[in-house]
């Protein structure tokens, strides 16, 4: 498992369009090196910011959009097309302007979807679906996604495993069902951390100051049963892109000067 490393940027703005270029980099690199790349997205403010400025940015057509595998580490259990799914953010930020295969878009099925209203079948059916995208080189339930993006929440939640949560106790299921969430809407599916954790790299991006103490925490050795974002570790990087009030509680950390 890797040491976390972090990077500062001055303000939200500039963290996201940094990351989008990091991103295309890395699945351009991964593309090179393998002929297909695999990505996990995060719902929230600063996930979908960054996927509006991979869309805005012309270096995006440097990503093989059809030679991409796009999932989810978690979505709220809202009807196909509802506004506040994550899927239906990441749909209007990026996808639904470049050539991803629609069977290469896996998305976590909605309540009024194939799988019925029921949440657990919905994570069994997403944790199937999963272990078949599997090869023989990932050793593991999942595969192993080249970047899985993941914010963090102000009490220290990443995907929808909350502090203290039945999800963040799960040591053998990949994904699961959470209900009575704290961050609306109340019922989710989400990733569990062993998931998140065969990835080859994570990355935590966060912005303001309601999250300086969580970040702080988890980058200052908290435990993951009540920091999940602590538990969320690339096999090979593990990144915190944050903005400077994000960032304003972690001691020694090179900080940019405010643009
Ligand atoms: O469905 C969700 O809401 C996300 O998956 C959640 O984990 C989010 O990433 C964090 O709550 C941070 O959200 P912000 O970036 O908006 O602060």
Redesign the pocket.
């Known amino acids: 498992m890797s040491t976390p490393q972090t990077v500062v940027y001055a303000n939200p703005e500039l963290l996201a369009a940094a990351t989008a270029a990091r991103l295309i980099t890395r699945l351009v690199d991964a593309q090179a090196a393998r002929g297909r790349a695999s990505l996990v997205l995060?719902?929230?403010?600063?996930?979908t910011a960054v996927l509006e400025q991979v869309r805005a940015t012309p270096a995006r057509d440097a990503v093989d959009w059809t030679a991409i595998d796009l999932y989810w580490?978690?979505e709220?259990f809202l009807p196909a097309g509802d506004p506040e799914r994550?899927e239906t953010q990441a749909r209007q930020a990026l996808l639904d302007h470049v050539p991803v295969p629609p069977e290469r878009v896996h998305a976590m099925a909605p309540p009024n979807g194939e799988f019925g209203d029921d949440p657990d079948a919905v994570a069994a059916a997403y944790a199937d679906e999963l272990a078949r995208a599997t090869r023989p080189e990932d050793h593991g339930p999942v595969p192993v996604f080249d970047v899985c993006l993941l914010?963090?929440?102000e009490e220290g939640?990443?995907?929808?495993v909350f502090p203290s949560s039945p999800a963040v106790y799960e040591t053998d299921r990949t994904v699961v069902a959470v209900r009575n969430c704290p961050?609306p809407p109340p019922t989710r599916i989400s990733l569990t951390l062993p998931a998140i954790r065969h990835s080859a790299e994570v990355w935590l991006m966060?912005t303001g100051g309601s999250k300086a103490a969580a970040v702080s925490m988890a980058l200052g050795g908290a435990g993951e049963i009540q920091l999940p974002a602590a538990g969320a570790i690339g096999q090979r990087r593990t990144l915190w892109l944050l903005d400077k009030q994000a960032a304003a509680k972690v001691p020694g950390v090179f900080s940019p000067p405010l643009a």
Not at 42 to 47: A, C, E, P, V
Not at 157 to 160: L, P
């Open positions: 995060t719902g929230g403010r600063t996930g580490g978690d709220r994550n914010g963090v929440g939640h990443t995907a929808s961050k966060t």
